[in-house]
């Protein structure tokens, strides 16, 4: 089987996207600014922030067998996502979510199918993620991470885990295991604190890693990111963006970059994190998750533009 360096499996989900002067209250009625469709999901935005880094990747998970789910699937190709164990399930429905943006900032409304759009454990495929450089998740199906994971520790494959708030609020003992098999974990800054229930990244940061992660890089928007490990802590600061257009896949964006970086290039933590914030300013500045996603020649030229 062809070699893909990068798996993830999570979620592809149909983003529905309206843009708004404010954001109204109950019983209240607006126009919005703009109206869009895009393929987004946090897992499925990560993917394709690599492959426009011209890493192969692919993505193992589910959609619908209905238009929405053609759509999504098409999408991965026109991006060269590898999507041989992307399964369309009948009797399932492609999540659609929601997405408010007022002046840049996201409020983003989940699909109740994220949760019941999904693979079987038998269906995962041992050599594909045994081939792999590495296994990056973001834990929305508990239990077929957990064998996937297996797997992947088995075979010697990294792992490296999103932590989104509203996984992170199924609770410390519920994540345990999957967080400790982790090589990296890369929360924002919500997910951190919710999992550690402290008030501030830095010690948010400390107890993960004296629970015995070796990496953790939490995000912090327009704020950068925090890199944490036994020997170090250390804030990379974010970009100055002077227009931002959308935050949504912001973190992907960062995520995909940083593991380009740091897993298959062997850049150092701090350089990886300074060319995934690069990606990530470029990325805020395009409607929709992916728009802005850039390439490699697009992130070295504003990097050398900024001179950091
Ligand atoms: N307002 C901003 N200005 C500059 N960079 C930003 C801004 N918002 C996000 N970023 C970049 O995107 C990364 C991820 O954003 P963050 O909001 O922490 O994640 P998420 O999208 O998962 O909530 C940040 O670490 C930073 O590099
Ligand atoms: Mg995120």
Redesign the pocket.
């Known amino acids: 089987m062809r070699n893909i360096k990068i798996i993830g499996l999570g979620e592809v989900v149909v983003d529905w996207v309206a843009e708004l002067p404010f954001f109204p209250g109950p019983d209240e009625k607006i126009d919005a600014i703009s109206e869009n469709y895009f393929s987004g999901g946090v897992t499925a935005n990560f993917l394709v922030a690599i492959s426009r880094l011209n890493v192969s990747c692919g993505f193992i998970g589910a959609v619908g067998k209905d238009p929405y789910g053609d759509f999504l699937i098409e999408e991965f190709k026109k991006e060269r996502v590898d999507v041989r164990f992307t399964k369309k399930k009948a009797k399932a429905k492609t999540p659609v979510n929601f997405i408010f943006i007022v002046e840049g900032e996201k409020t983003i409304i989940q699909s109740p199918h994220m949760q019941t759009t999904k693979l079987e454990v038998s269906d995962l495929n041992l050599n594909y993620i045994a081939s792999s450089n590495l296994l990056h998740t973001s834990i929305i199906h508990q239990e077929l991470t957990e064998k996937a994971i297996q797997i992947a520790k088995s075979n010697n494959v990294k792992i490296s885990i999103d932590l989104?708030a509203q996984i992170a609020r199924r609770g410390w003992d519920a994540l345990k295991e999957i967080l400790l098999s982790a090589d990296v974990v890369i929360p924002?800054?919500e997910g951190a604190k919710i999992i550690t229930n402290t008030k501030n990244p830095q010690e948010a940061a400390n107890t993960l890693i004296n629970q015995g992660i070796p990496i953790v890089i939490i995000?912090?928007?327009?704020k950068?990111?925090l890199i944490t490990t036994e020997e170090c802590q250390k804030v990379i600061p974010?970009?100055?963006?002077e227009k931002?257009v959308d935050?949504t896949?912001?973190?992907?964006?960062?995520n995909g970059a940083f593991s380009v970086g740091y897993w298959i290039k062997e850049w150092s933590l701090e350089d990886s994190c300074k060319f995934?914030?690069a990606a990530?300013?470029l990325k805020?500045q395009s409607l929709g998750a992916r728009s802005g996603m850039p390439t490699i020649d697009m992130i070295q030229k504003f990097m050398n533009e900024r001179k950091i």
């Open positions: 989104e924002n800054k995000t912090m928007g327009k950068g990111v974010a970009y100055d963006v931002i935050t896949g912001a973190g992907d964006t960062f995934a914030n990530a300013a805020i």
